[in-house]
């Protein structure tokens, strides 16, 4: 009888574990709409299994893929953009260049690769054409030729293969972000200079450069006035003699109007302190000037990056997006009357949509419940965007406002995928040791029984938040469905969005001690093991933690500082040693040199005395973000003191892992690891 129930024990054992990873995390990721001008045709990226391929709808056919890539190359396809009449559509293939002018190739393709502008008619059968090595496209307004960036200059080409490229202007700096005048006579630009940038205006006609209200400040994002007479761009102070950049900081900075036939320029705005500088690269517009004469912009002013609005010359300014939230992402209606954006307001660990008059403000909610809408977008008068679930990636949905519904544009045949097993993450809010309140999301199976090892995860960045849902962002859209994956696997697993990340206001985002100034979101991981420790279903003598990048950072912090606690740990691409200047990510934070010492004790290098536990560290080697000698430094001296550790290095890889396969053989090695480091 003991025998027969041993077994049943086992039987259940191997039916509740019997999910497989690519279960969990191979639902394709569908990402970068783009609109043509007169809202029939939309296109979008779909990444299925690591192809990533054009869906194309136009009018009321049904969507249909415009491309036929099948490699699991890492080859990422953006910058969308149709022409005028919405016949034409260009895209850009390939990734970016690193510090040596190399393209990111994460399959090894022996042929190499290059980032490159391709052209396709959308109702032609015809495949895509290659025409211009380059990025960034912008049609002319006959539709017959675009404007690209290469190499920092502006470039001009047609759709002909044959066709070889004009230099658009010959200028010194990095020229980017080309918009042309409402009348497509003029390309309003940026130059940037290294220590400071100008506004620049190039006229077609004249072939003539004109330089809008030179200064030795920091001018861009500039924006084009509905008649074009005028500029609106924002001016930061240049950059003193020894000052670094500091992600954890802010920025002065003012919004000014130039005249685009004198080129003076005043001010009509000043932030009342350091108020930008997140408030513009996290969000998808800097700065807006509507047909309805509104200037809209970015700022943090009131704790929380919200959107204004104010006239042209500065007077009625309105939050238009007031509360206890973030906004990332908006959109115009196509009055211009009321934006669309997204945030967490009301609903602080997930984000929704929400509409609001861009003169008075008082927003209404377009999306509520349990699933995750981001990036609004209009085509025509149908509002699109971005959704998923618990147990659904990002897919492009239509909203239908009245109802407050959604429908998904395209349904994908699932090979591999499977909802059923996913748990709904559950909100835990808890508090560090020194009073700080935390936020998580709890993985776990309530339908199991028995003690089971714990987990702890960190994001990236550090300035994200995770949510109760697929994230928006393909690296987190990946770890999500590991951790439920792991969830299934007998584990629990806590995410947990530690101070310095984004989501909770700009004091939570800007904590003091952060990182390499004395790694005070440490102890919100502590907090968030002792949490896991606490709860009835988890063996508080097996608990792990894993992440990558920041979250590679606190993993090896907890193996170094924390052995009774953490007994594994798998670093993914983590920053060891915040002293070390590998022109990467160590060099965001705006280190002085009197800080070397702090940078080092805060970093897990700094005493490795106590680091016992067994480690996987995962890392590619074509890393642009965290230089791959942090691991070699870390695995090496860890090896020198007989710390058991094990090693999976990805050639040629990125930061963000650019191809499925990646990702799944990431997430292999640390089930199996943590299978036999912590379920033993």
Do not use: C
């Amino acid at each position: 009888m003991k025998n027969l129930y041993t077994s049943l024990l086992l039987l259940l054992a191997v039916t509740s574990y019997s999910q497989t990873l690519e279960q969990f995390m191979s639902h394709p990721i569908e990402s970068n709409l783009a609109t043509s001008q007169d809202g029939k045709n939309i296109a979008w990226v779909i990444n299925d299994h690591g192809k990533r391929n054009i869906l194309v709808k136009t009018g009321t056919d049904l969507p249909r893929l415009l491309t036929d890539y099948q490699l699991d190359d890492g080859q990422e396809i953006s910058q969308l953009v149709f022409s005028p009449n919405g016949t034409k559509l260009l895209y850009v293939r390939g990734n970016s260049v690193n510090r040596n002018g190399q393209n990111a190739n994460p399959a090894s393709l022996a042929e190499g690769v290059d980032q490159a502008i391709y052209y396709k008619e959308i109702s032609s059968k015809s495949p895509p054409a290659k025409i211009q090595v380059g990025n960034s496209p912008v049609f002319y307004k006959d539709g017959l030729k675009f404007l690209f960036s290469r190499g920092g200059q502006i470039y001009e080409s047609t759709m002909d293969i044959n066709y070889t490229p004009k230099l658009l202007f010959s200028a010194r700096g990095t020229n980017i972000n080309p918009s042309f005048s409402p009348d497509g006579n003029e390309v309003l630009f940026t130059s940037d200079r290294g220590d400071h940038s100008f506004i620049g205006m190039y006229n077609i006609i004249r072939k003539e450069i004109r330089w809008v209200a030179p200064d030795v400040s920091n001018d861009g994002y500039p924006v084009w006035s509905p008649d074009g007479k005028s500029v609106a761009f924002l001016r930061m102070a240049g950059t003193k003699v020894g000052e670094l950049s500091n992600l954890t900081g802010g920025v002065k900075f003012s919004i000014w109007i130039g005249d685009a036939t004198t080129l003076k320029a005043k001010m009509i705005w000043k932030s009342p302190a350091d108020d930008g500088g997140f408030s513009q690269y996290a969000t998808n517009k800097a700065l807006n000037w509507t047909t309805t004469g509104r200037i809209l912009f970015f700022s943090e002013h009131s704790g929380w990056n919200h959107l204004y609005s104010m006239n042209e010359s500065g007077g009625d300014l309105k939050d238009i997006t007031p509360g206890n939230g973030e906004v990332e992402n908006y959109t115009l209606d196509p009055t211009s009357k009321f934006v669309y954006f997204d945030g967490n307001r009301e609903d602080i660990d997930r984000r929704h949509l929400w509409k609001s008059d861009i003169t008075v403000g008082s927003p209404t909610a377009v999306t509520t419940g349990e699933g995750i809408e981001m990036y609004p977008t209009f085509a025509g008068t149908t509002l699109y965007a971005f959704r998923s679930t618990i147990n659904t990636s990002k897919m492009l949905v239509r909203v239908d406002e009245p109802s407050k519904q959604t429908v998904p544009v395209y349904v994908p045949k699932l090979t591999t995928f499977s909802s059923k097993d996913f748990v709904k993450p559950e909100q835990v809010i808890f508090k560090a040791a020194d009073g700080t309140t935390i936020h998580g999301q709890l993985f776990i199976n309530r339908a199991s029984t028995g003690k089971r090892p714990g987990l702890v995860f960190m994001h990236g960045g550090p300035i994200r938040q995770m949510l109760l849902g697929f994230h928006y962002s393909d690296y987190y859209i990946n770890s999500y469905a590991f951790n439920q994956y792991m969830a299934s696997q007998g584990y629990v697993v806590l995410s947990v969005n530690f101070r310095s990340g984004i989501g909770y206001g700009r004091d939570f985002r800007r904590a003091k001690n952060q990182g390499p100034r004395g790694a005070s979101e440490y102890q919100d991981v502590v907090a968030a093991a002792k949490h896991l420790q606490a709860l009835p279903e988890v063996d508080a003598a097996k608990i792990g933690l894993w992440g990558g990048s920041y979250g590679g950072y606190l993993t090896a912090m907890g193996l170094a500082r924390s052995p009774e606690i953490f007994k594994a740990g798998v670093d993914v691409h983590g920053v060891h040693d915040w002293s070390f200047n590998g022109q990467d990510a160590t060099n965001s934070w705006g280190l002085q040199k009197n800080e070397a010492d702090l940078a080092l004790k805060s970093s897990p290098v700094a005493d490795l005395s106590k680091w016992t536990a067994p480690v996987l560290i995962v890392h590619g080697d074509d890393d642009r973000n965290v230089n791959f000698q942090q691991s070699i430094d870390l695995v090496e001296k860890l090896r020198d003191k007989n710390v058991p550790v094990e090693v999976l290095v990805l050639p040629d890889e990125v930061h963000g892992f650019l191809r499925y396969d990646s990702w799944k053989r990431v997430f292999e090695n640390a089930k199996d690891f943590f299978d036999r480091t912590l379920k033993k």
